[in-house]
């Protein structure tokens, strides 16, 4: 009996050794996690035991019938070629892009079943664990370097034809051995928007609308249209924001995808105010908002000028004098950290509320009265803040005190040395007579003596 397509494949024995289309032999490791559809396991060319520390591959396995890692491997052969790939960095003057490199690919047979897999280089944690482990809030810089990389990751497989479709943390992994490396991964959900250079038309469908992961979806995929470039934009402009702000707007309605679908309208309506509303103080949530601004003017089959994209988010490392190629700190942070002075994070003071599913706006609603809470935030912090200056006034008021009397003392003392003060007039002219009197009794005294000297010497020779 066949396996139910899209389950997950029975877990395979380590030390399992298959081999590829071009013949090459690879053995299986541990195993390290799961998607979807398919298993991960550490691996290792050859049919020798090897240390998994030092394991180099991975390779990715699922069931034959199966379709996202058969999309997957077609991605890598036609859009992810070396050759290709290289001669893209030279022309972009880019010294790496995040896509991990294809090893090789074939059909195994393991307990009567069929097995496909893929082999990858091996990569490290993906962002979504790095991400909860700092309670979830990401550095200005981190945030605005990380949509950079993974922009050129977009431009790149945009102009092959290709649109990722699920951009999030978990599929954004570091370099193995390497952090300052970041990959795009897992095209499973890969499409091929322009088949023969023809771009697909644009159809809703709602049978097929809220597809994907439903914090990032895009407008158009809750609509069942297929995806496209702006799409990708758009998932990577919800990623960027909640790197930033910790939370997103509508995680309250993750179970209701028609509020999620009407919470993202009107962010993008509502556009820059509703980034800024939801934005920690300090937060650099200004360039994400121009982001999503330039995105949401895409017409749906249209280019996006990705150099103006890849600006918006240079310009704002520049201002915070970070550069693009600078290594990336995922040390935990605390919120002041992160985002300099700030007590309170505008996005946590969102509180959830019960909706029936009858009312007619729960989603306008729920704004009003996180602006509510936002005005109370913002009114709490003015008063943190001036508390704390009255507290630096306390302390700095004293050191005031202490210098004005010492410098009052300089200026008296150096007036009565250059009698520049009138008050001391008298008293410098009687001073500087007694000085020139005694100077001029010290010279007579002296020149008795000399001659007292003189007339001894003389009297003592003679005798």
């Not at 029975?10 to 289309?21: C, H, M, Q, S, Y």
């Not at 032999?25 to 240390?51: C, V």
């Not at 034809?161 to 897992?186: P, W």
């Not at 049978?207 to 992961?213: A, Q, S």
Request: aromatic share 10%; hydrophobic share 35%.
């Amino acid at each position: 009996m066949p396996p139910r397509k899209k389950a997950l494949p029975r877990p395979l024995p380590e030390g399992w050794i298959v081999t590829d289309a071009e013949k090459r032999q690879w053995t299986l490791g541990k195993m390290i996690g799961q998607g979807g559809f398919g298993l991960i396991y550490l691996a290792s060319r050859g049919t020798g035991k090897h240390d998994e520390d030092e394991a180099e591959f991975v390779i990715k396995v699922e069931y034959k019938e199966n379709g996202p890692l058969f999309s997957e491997l077609k991605f890598y052969q036609r859009a992810a070629k070396p050759a290709d790939i290289q001669k893209w960095m030279q022309e972009k003057r880019l010294r790496f892009l995040g896509i991990p490199k294809y090893c090789g690919h074939g059909i195994a047979e393991f307990d009567k079943l069929s097995y496909r897999f893929m082999v990858i280089e091996r990569l490290g944690k993906d962002l979504q664990h790095i991400f909860e482990k700092q309670g979830k809030m990401f550095k200005d810089h981190i945030v605005l370097n990380l949509g950079l990389k993974m922009l050129h990751v977009l431009e790149y497989i945009h102009e092959n034809e290709y649109i990722h479709g699920d951009i999030k943390a978990a599929n954004i992994l570091l370099g193995f051995k390497d952090s300052n490396k970041v990959y795009l991964a897992d095209y499973g959900l890969s499409y091929r928007y322009s088949p023969n250079q023809i771009h697909k038309k644009y159809e809703e469908r709602p049978k097929k609308g809220h597809n994907g992961t439903i914090e990032y979806t895009s407008i158009d995929a809750h609509k069942g249209v297929a995806p496209s470039r702006r799409s990708d934009l758009e998932i990577l402009g919800y990623c960027m924001l909640h790197w930033m702000c910790g939370k997103l707007p509508w995680e309250q309605y993750l179970n209701k995808p028609e509020l999620v679908l009407e919470a993202k309208t009107k962010l993008m309506e509502k556009l820059p105010e509703s980034v800024t509303q939801i934005s920690p103080c300090g937060a650099k949530c200004g360039e994400i908002a121009k982001f999503l601004s330039l995105v949401k003017k895409l017409g749906y089959d249209e280019r996006p000028n990705y150099h103006m994209l890849q600006k918006i988010l240079l310009d704002g490392l520049k201002e915070i004098q970070k550069d693009f190629n600078d290594f990336l700190d995922f040390s935990p942070v605390s919120e002041v950290e992160a985002h300099g002075y700030c007590l309170y994070n505008h996005a946590a003071t969102i509180k959830p509320v019960r909706h029936d599913i009858r009312t007619t706006q729960p989603v306008e609603k729920c704004l009003n009265e996180s602006k509510t809470s936002l005005t109370r935030s913002r009114m709490v912090q003015d008063k943190v803040k001036e508390d704390m200056d009255a507290k630096w006034e306390e302390e700095i008021n004293p050191r005031k005190t202490q210098l004005q009397i010492k410098k009052k003392y300089a200026e008296d003392e150096c007036n009565k040395l250059t009698g520049s003060d009138g008050q001391y007039e008298d008293e410098y002219l009687i001073q500087q007579e007694a000085n020139d009197d005694q100077i001029e009794f010290s010279w007579r005294k002296w020149c008795l003596l000399l001659v007292f000297l003189i007339i001894s010497i003389v009297i003592v020779t003679l005798y």
